[in-house]
């Protein structure tokens, strides 16, 4: 009798606490639909499919709430989760991104996918069905762009211009953020920027940010150095080549 009473006593509190909500109560608007999420978008079929049936539930407003999320304190965890997801990716605002912002958001969803670093391993746990496949990895890996082929001398005005666009959302050239400041990268070795936390994998590769080193990490940092915390990548050739040319401009 006691055990009952126990258990009903912390049932009720822990639903009490769940009306706490101190990451914002994303439970007051009604999801929107998800058969018309992306639509529109221009991304590839397949791709579609596995981030509406795959990634929605934390990346977009038409989250699912199961009814275990109504109990603290794992539903705080689990809104937590949902409202970073949001903002960083969500895919009920994606029309309304520039271009170039879809654009960066694509390389960080093909390189978390072939890191199989996404859905997060809990989740993986409560939902076994949550895990990518590799069809469905090959999917969104199919966001990045083709590559034409070839590239001419890198140009600094252009590349100057793309790092504005594209990487000023984790670099800076004169602060750390999350990633190292980048003025002076250029001839330096990889995670020698002082005050700024680097991983054990890239201080540990020993690699020159000559214009070979910096060609091959923007092309693909996973190759370069497995265990990266690097989440993003630049597909194209020539946008390599320009990028390069800008950050050897800066010593």
Not at 30 to 49: F, H, V
Not at 66 to 74: L, M, V
Not at 188 to 202: D, E, P, V, W
Request: net charge neutral; charged share 20%.
């Amino acid at each position: 009798m006691r055990l009952a009473v126990g258990v009903l006593l912390c049932s009720a509190v822990s639903i009490a606490a769940g009306s706490w909500h101190p990451w914002g109560d994303l439970h007051t608007a009604p999801p929107s639909d998800r058969s018309t999420l992306l639509q529109g978008a221009g991304l590839p079929a397949q791709a579609r499919a596995v981030l509406v049936t795959k990634c929605a539930d934390c990346h977009s407003e038409t989250t699912v709430w199961p009814a275990y999320t109504r109990f603290a304190p794992g539903s705080w965890l689990i809104e937590r989760d949902v409202a970073e997801g949001r903002r960083h990716l969500d895919l009920s605002q994606w029309q309304r991104l520039s271009a170039d912002r879809q654009e960066v958001l694509k390389q960080e969803i093909a390189q978390q996918a072939k890191r199989g670093s996404m859905p997060p391993m809990q989740y993986r746990w409560l939902h076994p069905g949550a895990a990518l496949t590799k069809d469905e990895i090959a999917a969104l890996t199919s966001l990045l762009p083709a590559d034409a082929g070839g590239s001419g001398p890198g140009d600094a005005v252009r590349g100057k211009a793309l790092f504005e666009r594209r990487c000023t959302g984790c670099h800076a050239l004169d602060s750390n953020r999350e990633g190292p400041r980048l003025r002076g990268v250029f001839g330096r070795q990889a995670g020698s920027a002082s005050g700024f936390s680097y991983s054990s994998a890239l201080r540990e590769r020993h690699v020159a940010w000559d214009s070979a080193g910096l060609e091959r990490w923007l092309c693909d940092p996973d190759e370069l150095v497995p265990g990266n915390n690097m989440d993003f990548s630049v597909p194209k050739s020539q946008e390599r080549a320009d990028i390069v040319a800008f950050l050897a401009s800066l010593r």
